[in-house]
């Protein structure tokens, strides 16, 4: 739901699963919390409620510490959560650095998937800030990763934010 920005709909599916209670191995907690970060941070865009920033300072704090563990398979999760938060905090210039940090870490590490979340959120950032053509390339990168990972249907709703951004270049 996060994916194809059903913001609220991904919430209510993370309050309500049982990660805790089933979960097999700790790769599913970090991923977990690696979402309702996410989850929270969009939510606090979108409805500039408070409430969601203690979510997100959570998973921060808990992606911070598996970090600092095993820097190659969370540091570029944990920027990608800062670089959201400086987004909605107001501050651009460290959002940009840390959204291409995050980048080019996904890239590095080889987390194909990872790449294309990042690229897209980083599009949304750029296009936020009217930035049509760092968005354009932004989206450019995120649909062709999609693609090579085989999310046919993530890299056609890409497509779109795509096709909107280069419309307002015109």
Known sequence: SYMFGKYQL???MADNSNIHEVVTSKIEV???EFCRGLIALA????TREKKWRKNA???IAKLKEWSDSVPWNFEHKLELLNAEFYFLSGDKRKAAQLYDHSIALAHEH???HDEALICERAGHFQSFLN????ASEYYTRSYQ?????????KALHVQQF???SSKSKE
Do not use: P, Q, V
Request: proline letters at 0%; charged letters at 20%; one cysteine or more.
């Open 30 to 32: 970090c991923n977990y």
């Open 131 to 134: 930035n049509n053509i760092t």
């Open 145 to 153: 990763c999609y693609m090579k990972w085989g999310a046919e249907a």
């Open 57 to 59: 300072l959570d998973s």
């Open 43 to 46: 939510l606090e865009f979108e």
């Open 10 to 12: 991904a919430a209510e």
């Open 110 to 112: 080889r987390f194909i």
């Open 162 to 164: 795509l096709t909107s």
